[in-house]
C-alpha cells in the first residue's frame, strides 16, 4: 500500500530540493521528518510539508499505522521558470530567470 502527495509550482530549483529529497529517500518517516527538522535549507521546510501530507493521507485514507511507514519514492521535477529583466547600463537588459519545481513523495511499507 503505498500512498502519495505532491506539491507543484513550488518556488525552489529542482537542484536545491534534489539535495534535500536525497537526505531522506528510503529512510523511515519518524527519521526523515527529524533530518528535515534539523536541517537548515529552505528545501527542507517546503519537504516536510509535503512529507507531513503524505503521512496524513496515508493514515486518513488507507489507514496506515504511522510507526510503519517508510518513503518508499521521493522526487523532485522541474516546473515551468519566471522569465524576468533588470535595467543594466546602456538601455540593455539582463534576463532573471526564477526557478520552480514540483515535489513528489510516496509512503508506503
Same mark, same amino acid.
Given at each position: 500500500?503505498?500512498?502519495?502527495?505532491?506539491?507543484?509550482?513550488?518556488?525552489?530549483?529542482?537542484? %536545491?530540493?534534489?539535495?534535500? =529529497?536525497?537526505?531522506?529517500?528510503?529512510?523511515?518517516?519518524?527519521?526523515?521528518?527529524?533530518?528535515?527538522?534539523?536541517?537548515? +535549507?529552505?528545501?527542507?521546510?517546503?519537504?516536510?510539508?509535503?512529507?507531513?501530507?503524505?503521512? =496524513?493521507?496515508?493514515?486518513?485514507?488507507?489507514?496506515?499505522?504511522?510507526?510503519?511507514?517508510?518513503?518508499?519514492?521521493?522526487?523532485?521535477? +522541474?516546473?515551468?521558470?519566471? %522569465?524576468?529583466?533588470? =535595467?543594466?547600463? %546602456?538601455?540593455?537588459?539582463?534576463?532573471?530567470? %526564477?526557478?520552480?519545481?514540483?515535489?513528489?513523495?510516496?509512503?508506503?511499507?
Amino acid at each position: 500500500m503505498e500512498t502519495k502527495a505532491t506539491l507543484r509550482g513550488v518556488r525552489l530549483s529542482a537542484q %536545491k530540493g534534489r539535495l534535500v =529529497a536525497d537526505l531522506i529517500r528510503g529512510k523511515k518517516v519518524d527519521q526523515a521528518l527529524n533530518i528535515l527538522q534539523f536541517s537548515p +535549507k529552505k528545501g527542507a521546510v517546503i519537504i516536510k510539508k509535503v512529507l507531513e501530507s503524505a503521512i =496524513a493521507n496515508a493514515e486518513h485514507n488507507d489507514g496506515a499505522d504511522i510507526d510503519e511507514l517508510k518513503i518508499t519514492t521521493i522526487y523532485v521535477e +522541474k516546473a515551468p521558470v519566471l %522569465k524576468r529583466f533588470t =535595467a543594466r547600463a %546602456k538601455g540593455r537588459g539582463d534576463r532573471i530567470s %526564477k526557478q520552480s519545481c514540483h515535489i513528489f513523495v510516496t509512503v508506503g511499507n
